[in-house]
């Protein structure tokens, strides 16, 4: 069974404790008396493994991260909903359970901090993990075509906690908003070096994002299967990037 399947079909059998948890809880209480949400089940599945642990804070982070997001702006819209499901695989049968905690953290009083802090400390030693989290978010943020300041602010903010620098942070900007168009995108800041880097760092950048951004190894250290696109996005911003470079340098 799928993360996802786990988080809406009962399976609460661990503790993820801390504001992730509280947020995962109080959206449980929302949707108790339906049968199969939350707990419903006494027969399902449960949740042992350290990695299926992680996956499902990974999950409740993205989404509770994504409610906090949404409302930086003063509104939130159709397009960032839409994206947040599209990028998540929801199916109408799950929109429910996941919209609770959306609801949830939306409406929760508390500041994004500690959500991220949390997820942060839980993933600590899988930065490329955490990228895909952040990038997830300004998959979220750009789906309205427009990236306001103080989503800018709000994205800086969270990857300043996940503990990455202002360089990085743009890194992972460049790999997540091309507007569509890879002409758009610096391809030497999605590889992480400058366009007076050798032919043989060029290459040594690109293999070492391409191990480190495996979507199955990303998988084994905490990102759910539904985010797989987050991950394939990734990769492809990579390779594109590296086949300009190979273009412009005329490398074999």
């Known amino acids: 069974m799928s993360i996802l399947g786990k988080i809406i079909g009962g399976t609460l059998g661990f503790a993820i404790g801390g504001p992730l948890g509280a947020i995962l809880g109080a959206a449980a209480g929302h949707v108790a008396d339906r049968k199969g949400a939350f707990g419903g089940g006494g027969d399902a599945p449960r949740i042992k493994a350290p990695r299926e642990r992680l996956q499902v804070a990974f999950t409740v982070a993205v989404v509770t991260l994504a409610a906090k997001l949404a409302k930086v702006d003063g509104q939130v819209t159709r397009d960032e909903v839409s994206t947040l499901k599209r990028i998540f695989h929801i199916p109408e049968s799950a929109s429910g359970e996941i919209g609770a905690i959306f609801n949830e953290a939306k409406k929760d009083?508390?500041?994004?901090?500690?959500?991220?802090?949390?997820?942060?400390?839980?993933?600590?030693?899988?930065?490329?993990?955490?990228?895909?989290?952040?990038?997830?978010?300004?998959?979220?943020?750009?789906?309205?075509?427009?990236?306001?300041?103080?989503?800018?602010?709000?994205?800086?903010?969270?990857?300043?906690?996940?503990?990455?620098?202002?360089?990085?942070?743009?890194?992972?900007?460049?790999?997540?908003?091309?507007?569509?168009?890879?002409?758009?995108?610096?391809?030497?800041?999605?590889?992480?070096?400058?366009?007076?880097?050798?032919?043989?760092?060029?290459?040594?950048?690109?293999?070492?994002?391409?191990?480190?951004?495996?979507?199955?190894?990303?998988?084994?250290q905490g990102l759910p299967e539904e985010f797989i696109e987050v991950a394939n996005k990734k990769m492809a911003e990579i390779n594109a990037a590296y086949d300009r470079i190979k273009t412009e340098r005329n490398l074999s």
Not at 125 to 140: K, S, Y
Not at 142 to 151: L, M, T
């Open 109 to 220: 009083s508390e500041g994004f901090e500690p959500y991220a802090r949390q997820i942060a400390m839980l993933l600590r030693g899988n930065p490329a993990v955490l990228e895909d989290l952040l990038g997830a978010l300004l998959m979220v943020a750009h789906a309205d075509g427009v990236y306001h300041p103080k989503e800018r602010a709000y994205i800086a903010e969270v990857g300043r906690i996940f503990g990455f620098s202002p360089d990085h942070i743009r890194r992972i900007e460049s790999t997540f908003i091309s507007g569509g168009s890879a002409d758009e995108t610096d391809p030497y800041e999605v590889l992480g070096v400058t366009s007076k880097a050798s032919d043989s760092e060029v290459k040594s950048a690109y293999r070492k994002l391409l191990q480190e951004n495996h979507p199955d190894k990303l998988m084994s």
